[in-house]
């Protein structure tokens, strides 16, 4: 079988969750007997006299083309964002010299509707892996400007006034010196509002036009499905996990009583550093330590803030990014591992691969995260945001270190990446029978 495989990134030079989950989907089909190219955005900015220009890389064995973008160039930056005409050129162009039999879109972020009709003119069957609220929300976290969470039933009158949140303050100040600034912002806001209600159109249309899309957790499922995705087409598949070799239970501490706490991912406001943070300054003679792995280079300004607020905290340890390899090594020097997230995360590889390597988890009461840890069976859930409830938690397995013995025994099994493997390989020999019984 031959599959095209297209995210809106790519490692080496993007380690999200999405990207990874590519990286594993495209090595384990060509593992079996399967021949697979990537395809994937590597810059928006790029500084090129063409709308678009490509490279072909190799990357531990994966075939890539990666595209740079020069968003400078664009006719409508904001259309072009979800529907590229450079895009849908290249996916026709890539698939006349590659011929795939199937096309697997992962996510949909800067490729969205552009390479989905590329694919259904070609006639090729679509599958599409969600990973966040991207087609419906151009934030993609469903998190307003203002830091609350958006209702789940998109409103493009709602999405433009959030929109425009982000400059609030600032339009303030100018219309109290240009008398009818105001006036003219909302008459562009209105013709915002027709344009993201454009979007949301073209980009639902677009999704309903594949075979199968899926969703990792029913959460996610359940929000695309309230949004107008075809039921018939929709469905549930959970993401697998590759169990570290070494990933046992962690044993002990590094000092006896001391709880170590985890952080996994991106240093970012709306992952919740900020709420353990916060939550440790609320416990200032706990026996904890909190160990804080992830990438510090995409929010500086964040990073600083909470280095110069809890710097002085010597129980707080800024670990830095970490090779995936070393992953059994981390979870296996920390007891528990924290998800304060604010946004709706649908299905984070972070609690997935802590339960496989035998730790559990507190996480925020939220989408797909509260779908994950049930509230005392293998992890404990706090109100999303709240740092005093998040410490009074801590509070709980610091007082009762038997409650943590009773969390671990309650870790449920996960899902093997062989396992998630079989079922879409078995997905993508299911839509190649449809195509095939559609011609016959």
């Keep these: 079988m031959r599959i095209l495989l297209a995210v809106h ?13 590519a990286y594993r989907t495209a090595r384990h089909m060509q593992e079996r007997g399967h021949t697979v190219r990537v395809v994937c955005i590597r810059r928006l900015d790029a500084d090129q006299d063409s709308d678009l220009a490509w490279t072909d890389d190799i990357f531990q064995e994966v075939h890539i083309r990666r595209l740079d973008l020069n968003m400078e160039r664009a006719a409508d930056s904001f259309v072009w964002q979800y529907d590229h005409p450079a895009v849908s050129r290249q996916v026709e162009e890539l698939i006349r010299e590659f011929q795939p039999d199937v096309f697997h879109l992962v996510g949909g972020y800067l490729l969205g509707s552009a390479a989905i009709h590329a694919v259904r003119r070609a006639g090729i069957p679509l599958v599409v892996s969600l990973t966040d609220f991207w087609y419906f929300c151009p934030r993609i976290t469903l998190l307003r400007s203002d830091g609350g969470l958006s209702p789940t039933l998109v409103d493009p009158a709602r999405c433009a006034g959030c929109l425009a949140g982000q400059h609030r303050r600032y339009y303030r100040w100018l219309n109290r010196h240009l008398p009818g600034f105001m006036e003219w912002i909302w008459r562009r806001q209105t013709g915002q509002i027709s344009r993201l209600r454009e979007r949301f159109s073209t980009l639902r249309d677009a999704l309903n036009q594949a075979q199968v899309v899926i969703a990792p957790s029913r959460f996610l499922q359940s929000v695309y499905l309230q949004n107008g995705i075809q039921l018939g087409i929709l469905r549930h598949s959970r993401q697998g996990v590759a169990i570290p070799p070494s990933g046992q239970p962690a044993e002990g501490s590094t000092a006896p009583g001391v709880l170590r706490l985890g952080i996994m991912g991106q240093v970012a406001w709306h992952k919740g550093v900020h709420v353990i943070l916060e939550a440790l300054h609320h416990l200032p003679g706990a026996k904890v330590e909190l160990f804080i792995h992830g990438d510090e280079t995409k929010f500086p300004a964040y990073v600083r803030r909470l280095r110069r607020q809890y ?22 020097n920390v007891d528990v591992l924290v998800i304060p997230s604010l946004w709706y995360e649908n299905s984070p590889n972070a609690i997935l691969e802590a339960f496989a390597c035998g730790v559990p988890v507190i996480a925020s009461n939220l ?50 990446v062989e396992d998630e493997m079989d079922e879409l390989e078995a997905t993508y020999r299911e839509v190649l029978d449809q195509q095939a019984g559609m011609k016959s």
């Design 9 to 21: 990134h790519f490692p080496p030079d993007h380690t999200g969750g999405a990207e990874w989950r």
């Design 311 to 332: 710097g002085k905290d010597s129980r707080i340890h800024w670990m830095g990014t970490y090779p995936r390899s070393r992953l059994a090594q981390i979870f296996g």
């Design 367 to 416: 989408g797909g995260m509260a779908e994950l840890v049930q509230d005392g069976r293998g992890g404990l859930l706090f109100a999303p945001g709240n740092a005093r409830d998040l410490a009074h938690q801590v509070e709980r397995l610091i007082a009762d270190p038997a409650l943590l013995t009773r969390l671990r025994e309650g870790i449920p099994p996960v899902r093997t």
